[in-house]
């Protein structure tokens, strides 16, 4: 028989953001919180049943619609600095914080797996003591009550909603445990990792409503080769955009010099011809009326890899520091340079993931793409089509292409300002159209690892 997991919201809200940003509320509850949950709950020799688990198919999730909420503040941080500015903590400061959660229509939400014969009923009753243990899902303001069981007839309650996994593309990217997935959340916890470096693309599995028509392929967003984005954000000065190669180049020997041996062919790219490989980039303020192209933080691009790779990088990214401060020194700069690992942090915006991963149709550059042929004809719409597919993206509609930034703050280089490597070659700035919408990061051309070939995707109606 199918087994079940009811959770009840106790406080009738849902207070979570999603898994890749932080910044949009997940809805409906997602199975690999909840496994997260339970991890979190369970002692050593409770851990057969959760690996148990992990192995069964994703679960159906039953739920009722939810609306949105955001709420705004200033928080005390927890880092200590030298000029603290808060009135009651010494050498604390004042955060501002935004936080996003759900309102559903009914507070009761049902997990059904099809596939629960395989789960003895010890292991049942193991999962279920497990589950009356966890106080709350997301965050702490929302409590919930967890119980499994097993159920001969799996109809949901009156009003709740059903979805269901599929092959191919759905409605909802619904974050699901996976076999292996309790060893990483364990690895993690033991190497002072936060759990959400867990929920790679691995984890990501297409949903949709019971009985729904599915919706037309050309309308889904086409995903990114770039699953993982690491961003770095300066503290202080902020450095022009003229120098993104020069800063780049010294991020990229920093994580190469801090990650553990032998380093993943991914992270320096020798031997993987035609396969993406760890791109470093910097990510300017651009795209709005008064940009300047000052470099609000610098970011790291991690393709599609298994976890044990991902980790080594992410750990070689951040370091050792508790505080996920990084220093950088950039030769030829004087002194060093720190970089602040705030994934939380909603402004600026510039120094969010969700600035650079859209979707959307039209997406602009903001550092020039470096084209990796010389073109034929001189056809560079051509050339820069090619370089675009190279990147792992779909052929555009329409490519716009100029020798001056399209969009407000964009960086302008000049030859000798180009990355070592892609010096001597043509490069452009593009607007480039897609026929569906494309999620980001966008990197394309020659200079895609680099800093250079970094895109910022545009909204019709948006304010430049």
Known sequence: MPIRLDITLLSGRYDAGDGDDPHAAEWPPHPARVFSALRAV??????????ELERLSPPLIHASAAGEYRAR???VTNARERKGTHQNHPARTAGFRQRFGSLPYDARVQFDWPDGDALSDGSLACLDRLARRVPYLGRSTSPAILIFSRVRDPEPLPGLTTYEPVEGP???SIRVPYPGY???LDALHEADQPAWQAAGARSRRSYREAGADEEAPGRQPVESPYPDLVVLRFVGWRPPGSLVGRFTEALRRKVMGQTEEPLPPALHGHGLPGVPHVAYLGLPFAGYEHADGQLMAL?????????????????GILGSDPNRSVSLYVPGIHGSFELQYSPNDPLPRSATVTRWTGPSHTWVSVTPLVLDRYPKDRDLASAATTSLVQAGLPAPREVELSKQPMTQGAIRLRPDELPERCRGRLYTHARVMFDQPVKGPVL????RYFGV???APEKEGEQR
């Open 42 to 51: 369970a002692a050593d020799d409770e851990l057969a049943p959760l690996a």
């Open 73 to 75: 503040g200033y928080v």
């Open 170 to 172: 759905g409605t909802a």
């Open 182 to 184: 309790l060893d990483e």
């Open 299 to 315: 970011a790291v691009a991690i393709p599609g890899l298994d976890r044990a790779e991902r980790r080594r990088i992410l750990r």
């Open 444 to 447: 394309a051309g020659a200079g």
């Open 453 to 455: 070939g970094l895109f």
